[in-house]
């Protein structure tokens, strides 16, 4: 007779088993046969003399197992070890010997067993609350354990696979208190380390037929089920990954299963201890026996850390490895959070030493130490990465170290556990500032949509303008150049701002998100340079001081603020919606529309306070007003010789009225203890009360833009005003002639071509005004980014046409292509560009 030995299954709670525990579990497993004539399988318990080996028969299956025990061991244990194995409830068990029935509390040598003899396992073997499952679970492992013995089945893999998927067809899908007696059905009756010792089975194609089963059944895992059931297919995967981690850390299939995992465990309840009714006592694990507790976690947490010091490593000895390191990372991440949320929970809850028992003491330290060693690793791939950088930085389109990549996602895990631990986040950051250039680096390269970045942009100190604005821009959806989904305009010059209007204020959001296509009526021209002039006209018609929605600051008429008396227009708050969706479109386009917002106006879209030198441009009389209250003598200011009170008088509409600025206002006066209150309650009057409804409908206006709406506020609090300034108005500079030759290439022409000579001989002694006309005829770009000709979309282009060589030159913006003919002289050529470098004509004419 063939058996395979196997030590003894001692049943405990799942929750309360060791990690270590389940290295015996592959060998727990016990290979029903299927002839009934031969055992097959065997379960044995610890050796030694006077140890009884006796069968026992199922009779409702006619399989046979062979059992050791000691004499006096109780009937009960042999009862438990079978349900250990097969997952028969106890009261369903019935032992029969010599025609009489066992009873639990009996020996062995009480019922005379002696070695060899034969026992009847009676009863209703599968009349349990789900036999079906049941079944399917035994067709399952009979038809494995048959591979197992080096039996031919025919078509098993697919056999198996329909079994696996009617087994989880059967499962229910959302109510997790009905599946878990299928999930706990797979677990008891030892299916996982069934699987696993198939996929260890050296018999030609059993690995192969495990491993797609696997496979298969964490495919099931991640897309069937409702989140309310991850916790049951964690547990599930978990004894996969607990049996296959034996196998080797590097296996594929064991990397499969820990992925799964930790993808599962982003929804899964993962406990220590339970709280009872909030009052902070402690509950049993065992009242929770499908939660997964954090030292079921805690190897793969140290597991994936020791892997990622490896990878560090790695990717400064060999930057272009990155395969790893991408792999670990995400999976690091994955383990971790659970494992942080709950050292931060226990924290929070301010547990005592009295339950160190429950405490992750271990976990704690170990993780304090994998912070210092972590942030040690990073501060020198940091510095291993800036050595390798150009001088000058590193250029759009230039390549980085794969490797480098996954860099940002460790600092971020580096954050999070920096809250856990005093003192930690200093030292973070104080790596990060003195690495901020490569920080800034990695993230114009790296950061994505999908990430979330709030983290960084709360602490502006390790970030430059550059990576600002990329982090900025991530909080917009990106614009799709899929024409069938862009949001259509037809815009009739003449009513601009009225039908500007009615498409966008009227939209639904969504439709905007996708992008903008437009066009002017009766005009060939469309795309992206169209786009762009129209950019530039509504926002100078939104902004225009005659249409009374926005007032220009007396020192920069470029720089605007909500104007109080907007009300005079009967829509104005539904204008400053639309102003919102406009100027967030702009930006999500990335147009430089030339027009800057006041501080006073900015800091109240970023929900900040105003202060007295915030106003310095909005009202420079004002401010040098408060200044002198401010410093003058305090004797002078309590004689009452300003004769100030607290009110504000202002014009509305042609009268004048004078507005309290807080109770019993006109009856106060002003002196030196009080004047300091009376000039806060006074610039908020003026700025902040009186344009509330303004700021909060653009405000809203431009959060409808944003990816997610709650972002507003945050999007300018992200941002300096400078910042915002290089984003909506670009470069202050001006054009330099030798950025914009460097930029241009030519189709038609050579650059060494007379002509092209005399054109930029011409664009050198050009005014500034007129290059600006120039490259808006050439491109629909009015204002350069901040970057110069290197932030545009694309290159410059000069095309040769073949007109007649007295025509004008013609354009097509949305490329950025300026075409005209071979001019037979510079002063012909001077000549007809002096014709499009007039504001009125040069803004549309030829342009298509």
Known sequence: MSVIETPAVHHRHPSKRKFDDDEEELSDLVCVRMRKDEPKAVTSCSGGSGVLQFFVRMMSEGNTIVMKAFPEDTVKSIH????????????????????KQLQSEQTLAECSIQNDVILQLVGRMRSTEYPQAWQVINDMISIICSLCRGEIVPDSLKTIKALISSYMNMTPRIDSESASGYFQIFISSNAPAVLVTLYLSPYSGNKECADSSIRHLLTCCRSMWSKALHTQCARMVLAFCKLLMRVGSHDPLYLSCRSTLGSLLETTQVSLFALDNGNGSFKDQDIFPEWITYHDIFPFVRELANSLLRDLDSSMESPSR???????????????????????????LRIDKHHN??????????????????????????????????????????????????????????????????GAEEK???????????????????????????????????????SRRHLAMMMFPEVKEDYEELHEMLIDRSQLLTESFEYIARAEPESLHAGLFMEFKNEEATGPGVLREWFLLVSQAIFNPQNALFVACPNDRKRFFPNPASKVHPLHLEYFSFAGRVIALALMHRVQVGIVFDRVFFLQLAGKNITLEDIRDADPCLYSSCKQILEMDSGFV???????????????????????????????????KNRENYIDLLIKDQFVTSISEQVSHFAKGFASLLSNSKLQQFFFQSLELEDLDWMLCGSEDSI????????????????????????????????????????????????????GFRGLASRLNIYRSLEPGDRLPSSHTCFYRLCFPVYSSMAVMQDRLEVITQEHIGCSFGTW
């Open 80 to 99: 438990e070890r079978i349900q250990s194995m097969k997952g028969i409830p106890l009261f369903e068990q019935r032992l029969i010997y010599r025609g």
């Open 322 to 348: 990155v395969g790893p390191l991408i792999n670990d990372v995400a999976d690091f991440s994955s383990f971790l959070n659970p494992l942080r949320e709950g050292i931060a929970a226990m924290r929070l």
């Open 357 to 422: 028992d429950l405490l992750l003491v271990e976990e704690i330290e170990y993780l304090h130490l994998l912070y210092i060693q972590l942030l040690n690793k990073i501060d020198q791939c940091l510095q291993k990465m800036g050595q390798s950088m150009p001088s000058q930085g590193i250029m759009e389109g230039d390549i980085l170290y794969p490797a480098c990549s996954q860099y940002l996602s460790i600092i971020k895990e580096l954050y999070q556990i920096s809250k856990l631990y005093d």
């Open 428 to 466: 973070l950051w104080s790596v990060l500032k003195r690495q901020r250039s490569v920080l800034c680096v990695l993230i114009v390269k790296y950061a994505k949509r999908t990430d979330e970045h709030q983290w960084i942009l709360e602490h502006r100190c390790v970030t430059n303008f550059e």
């Open 638 to 672: 309590d004689s009452d010789a300003l004769g100030l009170t607290f009110v504000r008088e202002v014009e509305e509409l042609g009268h004048r009225k004078v507005i309290e600025l807080c109770r019993g206002g006109k009856s106060l006066v002003v002196d030196s």
């Open 736 to 787: 330099s002639v030798e950025d914009w030759k460097a930029h241009t290439e030519y189709n038609g022409y050579k650059e060494t071509d007379i002509q092209i000579s005399w054109f930029w001989e011409i664009v050198g002694r050009m005014t500034a005004e007129q290059r600006k006309v120039l490259l808006f005829f050439w491109t629909s770009v009015k204002y350069l980014p901040v970057e």
